[in-house]
């Protein structure tokens, strides 16, 4: 790529996003196989599989950025987490009950983030993190990132994200930075 591409961002449901999977898997594989990741194949049939059951939630939501000629270049997705989470309970260390109760739209979380390569550093994480929480009632985003993602940790800071713990998401997996980006209340 010599010359900036026009890259459009959409917003996706999960019907939406189900349909756009070869799209995401495309952008996931690539991001997700460079390092602190190092994702291989299984790794990625893995998130496929869990992104495929979070497509049939009724609050999910998608964003997936192309070029004109509909490349796809990132990707984003997520939904509300709802009142029997388990997200809280992978913590290291517990939180205070008035942090961890949920409520179905207390908390947005965002399970995925990732542009390739080439277009990075261009603001399109921030256009797909911008399009995901556009008109969201949810008072907070929560997401879990390597501490080692330099980049990713550096732009989540930029964005108003704080470090509230460190989780290990499953059995086997890195140890994981958690982050809480709280959402400016809309006026009534």
């Known amino acids: 790529m010599t010359q900036k591409e026009t890259i459009t961002v959409e917003r996706l449901d999960g019907p939406a996003a189900a ?9 996931y594989a690539e991001a997700f196989a ?30 997936l ?30 939180v205070p009950e008035d942090i961890r109760r949920e409520d179905g739209r207390r908390t947005f979380g965002l399970m995925e983030i990732a542009v390739r390569g080439q277009w990075r550093g261009q603001g399109i994480a921030g256009r797909l993190h911008e399009t995901l929480l556009a008109g969201t009632e949810a008072e907070r985003v929560l997401l879990n990132v390597h501490p080692d993602s330099k980049a990713a940790q550096a732009a989540y800071r930029a ?14 997996a890195d140890v994981l930075d958690v982050m809480m980006l709280d959402l400016p209340r809309s006026a009534s």
């Open 159 to 172: 964005w108003g994200y704080r470090k509230i713990g460190e989780a290990r998401p499953w059995e086997g």
């Open 34 to 63: 460079e390092p602190p990741y190092n994702e291989n194949e299984e790794d990625v049939a893995a998130t496929i599989r869990r992104f495929r059951s979070q497509t049939r939630k009724r609050t999910f939501r998608g964003a």
């Open 19 to 27: 349909q756009a999977e070869d799209a995401l898997r495309l952008v």
């Open 65 to 94: 950025a192309s070029t004109g000629d509909g490349e796809p270049v990132g990707t984003a997705y997520g939904y509300p987490l709802g009142p029997n989470t388990g997200w809280w309970d992978q913590l290291t260390q517990p």
